[in-house]
């Protein structure tokens, strides 16, 4: 017969599949002898002690409930078992969409992130690299967004970059730094057309346009990649997240007291209300101050 982790690891990846094994192990731990024969108000039993006693979050709470049904998923399939217990079970703890906006990075250190890029000894990828990175600093992009750029998109005369439409962001058209003009022109013109020497091109009309961006072995960038790349060889406190840089650049430029309108257009947001997630209001930015310069640490 099929185990658990035989099971995962058919379905999920492998990477994904121990986290998954791992919460289905806190489940098992807890409910013991019942895991099989466990009823719907078990499994409620279950999600109340996550919330008294681990106090967890309502996205961790959701999360682990979606592992045990993945857990009567696998006994269903596996012939243990001929009923679900909580198929039907779906809770609605409200979820706090509110960006955290005092655990972002300032102005500051986003420039030292790019500062200790430019300073990066890694050969024909250090320019690529700081291309990535000046566009997470600078526009703000998302990985996906950096990942489905085409050459055809870098307008280095006007000084801007086209953004295709994507998951939940709009179509914009915004500038590039002055300092980003000579970088990606280098790039470019010297370090793209090593990186791509040996890169398989359909010289047929309709071919697909370069990307800008590729990998150490020409192949096509993916957005869980990308992560990967501009951390390489970097000590843990040094790790550059893209989400959380992305989420910087925004809370500054509100910061600035920039109307929010310009900001929402700059972002890629579809509704305003995205955007004002991102806004501390006079009392945080008091609290930030005295926990920063309160003489009492």
């Known amino acids: 017969m099929k185990t658990l982790e035989q099971y995962l690891q058919e379905k ?10 791992y919460m289905i192990g806190k489940y098992l731990e807890y409910i013991g002898r019942k895991a099989t024969t466990a009823q719907y108000k078990d499994i409620l039993q279950f999600i109340a002690h996550l919330r008294k006693n681990e106090n967890y979050t309502p996205e961790s709470v959701k999360r682990y409930l979606s592992e045990v049904k993945i857990y ?36 500051e250190t986003l420039e030292n992130y790019l500062e200790k890029i430019r300073k990066d000894p890694d050969g024909k990828l250090k320019k690529r690299n700081e291309v990535i990175v000046s566009l997470l600093v600078y526009q703000a992009l ?8 085409n050459i055809e998109d870098i307008n280095l005369e006007k000084a801007e970059i086209y953004i295709k439409s994507g998951h939940r962001k709009k179509t914009r058209t915004l500038p590039l730094k002055a300092c980003q003009i000579l970088l990606f022109y280098h790039y470019l013109k010297e370090d793209y057309p090593e990186l791509t020497k040996y890169l398989k091109r359909d010289s047929a009309e309709g071919s697909e ?72 209001t006079e009392l945080e930015i008091l609290k930030n101050a005295i926990n920063t310069f309160h003489p009492i640490q």
């Open 12 to 21: 999920y990846s492998k990477r994904s599949y121990k986290v998954h094994g």
């Open 72 to 107: 009567y998923n696998y006994l269903l399939e596996t012939g243990l078992r001929n009923d679900h217990p909580c198929r039907e079970l779906y809770l609605k703890d409200k979820i706090s969409k509110q960006i955290k906006v005092d655990r972002l990075y300032s102005e």
């Open 142 to 149: 998302t990985v996906a967004e950096i990942c489905n750029l």
């Open 209 to 280: 346009p370069e990307k800008l961006i590729t990998g150490r072995l020409q192949e096509e960038v993916k957005p869980n990649a990308l992560n990967r790349m501009i951390n390489k060889g970097r000590k843990p406190e040094e790790m550059l997240k893209p989400v959380k840089i992305r989420q910087s650049v925004i809370a500054n430029l509100l910061r600035k007291e920039n109307d929010t309108r310009i900001v929402q257009v700059f972002a890629g947001h579809n509704r305003a209300s995205t955007t004002i997630q991102y806004k501390q």
